[in-house]
């Protein structure tokens, strides 16, 4: 809405409808990308890893999905209602910042919030093993 007062696009109903709609979209990226980062932390506690992995298996969806849904939008600025024209700015605007956000700031941000977990010793570490029917 700050976007739309600075640019002079009026504050109507419909417009307000859009902007939800786009910050929903976005939203459910985000969702995805730190939810796989959170999988990801919690299988090895390596936060850079965590982070790669992430972008490599969240980030490309990210990148096409956001592409897609910009690509098919721009045939919204050839119609007549201002409304539709209003609906692709808006649109198009929200989700490359959304995407700079998911696949730059969020990433910044995990590594701020999150650390390096220390490795855990398994069973086998810890437990001696018995050898030839002794203990080592």
């Not at 730190?34 to 090895?44: A, E, N, P």
């Not at 390596?46 to 992995?53: D, G, L, S």
């Amino acid at each position: 809405a700050g976007f739309m007062v600075l640019v002079e696009i009026p504050l109507t109903l419909g417009n307000i409808m859009n902007a939800s709609l786009a910050l929903g979209i976005c939203a459910d990226d985000t969702i995805h990308f730190l939810h796989y980062f959170q999988i990801r932390y919690r299988k090895h506690g390596m936060v850079e890893r965590a982070i790669q992995e992430s972008m490599h298996h969240t980030g490309r969806a990210i990148v096409i999905t956001t592409s897609v849904l910009g690509i098919s939008t721009l045939v919204f600025l050839c119609a007549n209602l201002s409304s539709y024209q209003s609906f692709t700015y808006l649109m198009s605007l929200t989700v490359c910042l959304a995407v700079i956000a998911d696949l730059v700031l969020a990433a910044a941000v995990l590594r701020i919030v999150y650390r390096d977990k220390a490795p855990v010793a398994t069973c086998a570490e810890t437990v001696p093993m018995p050898m030839h029917g002794k203990l080592a």
